[in-house]
């Protein structure tokens, strides 16, 4: 799936360029037309239906040439040819096509955002923060949603790459040799976001995930908990580095069991999270803290303890991870691992931008880090 903030429309003949309507008429049996006046355009070229500029130049007596110049803002244009260059677009409802600009000036307005998903809160705002700090220098931005299958990645890249974006924001680095070869290849600006790395030519703005769950799970240890277990959906990536920072935890701490981890391929939600919660207390009631992936799985693991009477977290503690919206509301507010996802956000798209004007980045990876946020449900 992609979704297309601008709109393309086909590239208008360019026959006519540079060349003006000219006409001799008698003043006598001729009226002349008042400038203001919008007339209709004779013919529609087209299949596609669209109006093309060379129908705002016939209906604006003006040149090709000078609705594309006026449509621009160039001052070369007299003021009250952009005026009926204007009244000529508004009139027929002419929209620029982005695509056919890029083609003619080499350069291209549009920066192309991947992303898991569009349900996620987490990357709702990352691309929120992108977009804040992409639109008032100019830029559009391109949404693919890759559903977290890297062939569903590949082919979205495959074909926002066929319009030559001016840039490219990716999420992570699972993805197929055939996608690193088309951005390798491409020569357009990348960053990666969620991650970093210190691979050379690679630009990155993320933070550790596996210190993030290691993290959690020291917190955990540190007040007292003892039989720990890591409940986890999706399955992506980053959960599974998630994974190995509780297993690093656990381990240091004399501690590790598998038996603890609960890994649902499913897709993470509150219903799921109730459904995980129940499940461990009722096998193992002797776990006393379950460490969630992502706050909704623990937002829908402190319903079901308030369902089931269990208290938290005098009988089981619950942390989640991300800091969602609403998981401060929670009764017990929850505990969990506040990731920087809108800083993430605008630090990548002003990373790209600079990428894209060939100024040089001083730091091509740029960890943000994370906070514990220890809540009541801890």
């Given amino acids: ?128 923060a992108v977009q804040r700090r992409l639109l008032p220098a100019g830029y559009q931005t391109l949404i693919g949603v890759t559903h977290y299958d890297p062939a569903e990645e590949e ?50 703005v993320g933070f550790s995930q596996s210190d993030a769950g290691a993290g959690m799970t020291q917190a955990l240890i540190d007040r007292g908990y003892r039989r720990i277990a890591f409940a986890a959906a999706q399955l992506d990536p980053r959960t599974l580095q998630r994974v190995q920072g509780y297993r690093q935890a656990m381990q240091a701490a004399g ?19 109730g459904e995980l919660f129940e499940r461990i207390h009722a096998a193992d009631p002797a776990v006393d803290a379950i460490f969630f992936n992502n706050d909704d799985l623990a937002q829908g693991a402190l319903l079901a303890a308030l369902r089931l009477g269990v208290k938290v977290p005098e009988q089981v503690a619950v942390a989640g991870f991300n800091d969602l919206t609403g998981s401060d509301q929670m009764l017990p507010p929850l505990a969990t691992v506040r990731t920087p996802r809108s800083a993430i956000g605008a630090r990548a798209a002003v990373m790209l931008m600079k990428l894209m004007r060939g100024e040089a980045v001083a730091e091509p990876s740029l960890d943000l880090g994370f906070e514990l946020v220890l809540r009541g449900s801890v």
């Fill in 1 to 128: 799936m992609h979704v297309d903030i601008g709109q393309r429309y086909p590239r208008p003949n360019s026959k006519q360029a540079n060349q003006g309507i000219h006409a001799t008429m008698s003043s006598s049996n001729v009226k002349k037309a008042a400038p203001s006046a919008v007339p209709a355009p004779a013919r529609r070229p087209r299949a596609s239906g669209r109006i093309t500029l060379a129908e705002v130049a016939q209906a604006a007596q003006v040149s090709p040439i000078t609705v594309s110049r006026a449509l621009r803002g160039e001052r070369a244009v007299a003021p009250d040819l952009v005026e009926r260059v204007q009244a000529a677009a508004r009139e027929l409802g002419y929209v620029p096509d982005p695509a056919a600009r890029a083609l003619a000036s080499s350069r291209s307005s549009h920066v192309a955002v991947l992303i898991p998903l569009l349900s996620n809160a987490l990357f709702v705002d990352l691309l929120d």
């Fill in 155 to 204: 082919a979205l890249l495959s074909n926002f790459l066929l319009h030559r974006p001016a840039g490219l924001i990716v999420t992570g680095f699972d993805r197929t040799d055939a996608a690193r070869q088309l951005i390798e290849r491409s020569g357009v600006p990348c960053v990666h976001v969620m991650e970093t790395t210190r691979q050379d030519g690679v630009y990155s």
């Fill in 255 to 273: 501690r590790l069991d598998h038996q603890l981890e609960w890994l649902s391929p499913e897709r993470s939600s509150l219903a799921l999270g």
